[in-house]
């Protein structure tokens, strides 16, 4: 079995490229001729760059570069393999959603059933992890029979007895449509690549690298076993060489928080033991304050059985880990964004510096991008945007919301305001009628609900006879709207109609009122950036939404709210209004998106309990006794997951700022528990004088303190 780490100070994309240039030789078609696995394809775009860059100028022919993904419940996907093609086709992610829901809506909400369709919604996805955890961790639905409801509370025993009647019937579905569900689906995949690779092991090299960082399913570490038994295989870690002793393999194996609990049970999934790791052959010079600051961390996130490295005093050995390391404790989040664009502004005057900001909180990615642009510098959320987020999405949100509440002023100037709002008028000629609505009859006594009244009150509005230039105007943006919604507008007060139906009024009525008088609706609401993507997903829900039941049109616009916000739903990237494209050297990543990646700067931004590490929720359908006795892993597994980001992200970038705001939404924060136990540590290592070690405080605050004072107050000459 052929195992190889590369140690969490080392950068892991540039050691590998290096190693395997220096595998292969001088043969131009050995390098091409080799497949490596990656965890996303981010870092296998990563790997490319590597390549060149460690190619120095030559012609090379990459490497086969594949993202395996199917590695946690969050980041399961399929591999393209012929095998595939005898197995049933996958569920339409937002069908199924569509078929859970329904099944949801029948649970009695005096039982804990939700009362509203988008509350049944957010159940189904739910609902829809919990089906694909349960399948990538290889648990058995045949175990719930096995629960017994007598041992939990009485909302528990109605919840399991309700589950297996769901799952019973969405199986029936399932085999009736001859479709597969997505996580069954995948792990099929994963098992049919190792058992194709076990039969017939390829005869060119085939690297696993960097994958399990976090942890792995059953069936990705049966494939990177099969993997590491191959003749030319190989699986590659990163970090793991931090355990030094059996006895702290076993704690962190114990350990389900640990950063490197998940390669330890990786390991332990392929029968492999601590003396079964070797070095990468190719290592990558560093400053040796690198690999002392990965064994402070090492040492300061030891689990509770190694903790007696903590009794050892040396301030001296750790004083040097700290180089390159400080900390940004900002009041609150709108301080720690300008703080940290200020960081990453400051990283470009080092030429070829690369810099970025890794954080789970998608606020804070999108606080920090705004920051930037004022500095001149373009930098996306690898997030993307929500659709419901985006000019189209709003647009659409804002036109139900405003049927829905009556034609209410504040909802029916945002609509009417909106910039793809037009009423098949000239925009300048709408945005008139719309000044004179908003001034003579909008600003005082709210109107009666519904266009009739709306129309009574312009008319009192306008009674005066000089006003009656004023009020043709009005009158004919009412007879726009009108006419813009007619069979959309009248549904508020109907009697439930299919979801399908809704969608299609309220479709039909956006780009009727999104027409102007030289272009149809349909090209300006589906013109941006966010169009197509926004196109394809809603042609996805009528098919999904017709296995939904009739719903009151007076909850559609919440239902429809969940819709462009769900995990059905894509996030774009919108570069609108930009003059510049994204900085090349500039970036802002999810804590997926950074795995592998390393730079010059890196600022762990959000480092609070709550959100870096995230809550631990067992969720909805099923408590944590039940979940252990099912069979699914503790919920705490995730924080493992998310440590082992935090962990190689600030071991083996140059500089690295650990960046955490003491208030969030006014309401004070707990710091997250891997800086709490840095700091204590830290604390801890007195000298001769009595006074421990502490994290340098980064300079950002004060700067950000200072960019909106002038140096000095001059008088006017």
């Known amino acids: 079995m052929r195992l190889y780490d590369i140690p969490a100070h080392q950068p892991f994309l540039p050691a590998l490229a290096r190693g395997v240039l220096d595998q292969v030789g001088s043969d131009p078609l050995a390098l091409s001729r080799t497949t490596i696995l990656l965890p996303t394809r981010r870092a296998a775009l990563a790997l490319r760059e590597a390549f060149l860059k460690a190619a120095e100028g030559r012609t090379l022919l ?164 099969v993997v590491a038994q191959m003749p030319n295989g190989c699986v590659l870690l990163h970090g793991a060489g931090e355990i030094t002793s059996p006895e702290l393999w076993a704690a962190i194996g114990e350990s389900p928080t640990h950063p490197l609990s998940g390669q330890v049970r990786l390991l332990s999934a392929m029968d492999a033991a601590p003396g079964d790791l070797q070095p990468w052959p190719t290592a990558i010079a560093t400053d040796p304050a690198l690999e002392r600051r990965a064994a402070l961390l090492a040492c300061a996130l030891r689990p509770a059985a190694g903790i007696e490295a903590w009794l050892h005093r ?16 900002a009041p609150d989040v709108q301080a720690e964004a300008v703080a940290i664009a200020l960081l990453l502004r400051e990283a470009l005057e080092t030429p070829g510096s690369r810099a970025a900001l890794i954080t789970p909180d998608r606020d804070l990615g999108r606080r920090v991008a705004a920051e930037l642009t004022r500095h001149g510098v373009v930098a996306d959320d690898s997030a993307g945007q929500p659709l419901g987020q985006t000019p189209t999405g709003a647009y659409l949100r804002l036109l139900g919301r405003a049927v829905a509440e009556g034609f209410a002023p504040v909802s029916l100037l945002a609509l009417l305001k909106h910039p793809l709002t037009a009423g098949g008028q000239t925009r300048s000629e709408w945005m008139e009628a719309v000044r004179l609505l908003e ?83 349909g090209l300006r609401l589906y013109a941006a950036e966010e169009g197509e993507p926004l196109a394809v997903f809603l042609s996805t829900l009528p098919p999904a939404l017709a296995e939904m039941p009739p719903m009151s049109p007076a909850g559609w616009p919440a239902l429809f709210d969940v819709l462009l916000e769900g995990p059905a739903a894509p996030s774009v990237r919108i570069g609108r209004g930009r003059e510049h494209a994204q900085h090349p050297r500039i970036a802002i990543l999810g804590l997926l998106e950074a795995r592998l990646q390393d730079f010059d700067l890196a600022v762990l931004g959000s480092l609070e309990e709550g959100v870096w590490p995230q809550a631990t929720d067992p969720g909805p359908w099923m408590s944590r006794p039940m979940r252990a006795d099912f069979g699914l892993p503790e919920p705490e597994s995730r924080i493992g997951r998310v440590a082992a980001d935090f962990f190689l992200g600030a071991a083996c970038a140059p500089r690295v700022v650990l960046s955490r705001a003491r208030k969030r939404a006014g309401a004070p924060t707990v710091p997250s528990r891997w800086l709490t ?7 801890g290592q007195r000298g001769d004088r009595g006074e421990g070690l502490a994290l340098p405080r980064s300079p950002a605050l004060d700067w950000a303190s200072r960019i909106d004072q002038p140096d000095a107050v001059r008088p006017w000459p």
Request: with cysteine.
């Open 62 to 225: 990459l490497p086969r570069m594949r993202a395996l993904t199917g590695l946690s419940t969050q980041e399961a996907d399929e591999l393209a393999l012929p095998t595939l093609l005898d197995l049933p086709p996958a569920v339409d992610p937002a069908r199924r959603q569509a078929v859970l829901t329904s099944l949801v809506m029948r649970l009695p909400s005096r039982f804990g059933g939700p009362d509203t369709p988008e509350q049944a919604w957010r159940l189904a996805t739910a609902l829809a992890e919990l089906l694909d955890e349960t399948a990538l961790e290889d648990a058995d639905f045949a175990n719930l029979a096995r629960l017994v409801p007598e041992e939990f509370s009485t909302h528990w025993q109605v919840t399991l007895t309700f589950l297996r009647a769901v799952l019973d019937t969405w199986a029936g579905w399932l085999e009736s449509q001859g479709l597969m569900d997505i996580g069954p689906r995948r792990t099929a995949a994963l098992r049919a690549q190792a058992e194709e690779w076990k039969r017939a092991p390829p005869a060119d090299p085939v690297i696993a690298a960097g994958i399990g960082a976090g942890g792995t399913i059953p069936a990705a570490a049966a494939l990177l076993k």
């Open 314 to 329: 040396r301030p001296a050995h750790w004083r040097p880990a700290l180089e390159g390391l400080s900390l940004l404790d």
């Open 439 to 521: 001034r003579r009859a909008l600003r005082g006594p709210r109107p009666a609900p519904g266009l009739p009244g709306l129309r009574a009150r312009v008319l009192e509005a306008f009674r005066r006879e000089k006003d009656a230039v004023l009020l043709a105007r009005v009158i004919g943006l009412l007879d726009a709207l009108e006419t813009c919604l007619a069979g959309f507008e009248e549904l508020r007060d109907s009697p439930a109609r299919p979801p399908a139906d809704l969608l299609e009024r309220h479709l039909a009525a956006a780009e009727a009122l999104a027409a102007t008088r030289d272009r149809p609706g």
């Open 677 to 683: 136990r840095l700091e204590t540590f830290l604390a």
